[in-house]
Structures are given as structure tokens and as C-alpha cells.
């Protein structure tokens, strides 16, 4: 199934662009769909955070390491 594409007018920073094109060595829109990834991949790296300290795992490491032969 085709993802749903919504089309935007944006005004940007002509040289926000620019630099961020350089970067990518690639157009706007797949400049812009890669920032807006990078932001989404922030958030949930923020969120994974948050839970640092309140997951406790018990995991036996050389049990988990032996192979089924």
C-alpha cells in the first residue's frame, strides 16, 4: 500500500536550505523528509531515555549466548 503524501507551501531560510541540501547531497524534499526523520529518531532516543533505570532486566548473558546445535 502507497504511503500518503501530504503536500505543504513552507517559507524556509533560503540558505538554511541551502546548507542542509549540501549536506544531503540531495533535493528539497528528500532533504526535508530527512530532517523531519532525524527529528522523529530524536524523540523516541528522548523517550528511551526517559526510561533509563525503570526497566529491570534479569538476563542470564552466557545462557542467552550458548548456540542450539
Do not use: C, F, W, Y
Not at 51 to 60: E, N, S, V
Amino acid at each position: 500500500m502507497a504511503e500518503a503524501v501530504k503536500r505543504v507551501t513552507v517559507n524556509l531560510p533560503a540558505k538554511l536550505l541551502s546548507d542542509a541540501q549540501g549536506v544531503s547531497k540531495t533535493g528539497i524534499t528528500e532533504t526535508l523528509v530527512e530532517g523531519l526523520e532525524l527529528l522523529a529518531r530524536r524523540q523516541a532516543a528522548q523517550q528511551a531515555l526517559r526510561l533509563k533505570g525503570k526497566l529491570h532486566l534479569r538476563i542470564d548473558l552466557d545462557k542467552s549466548r550458548e548456540r542450539r546445535r
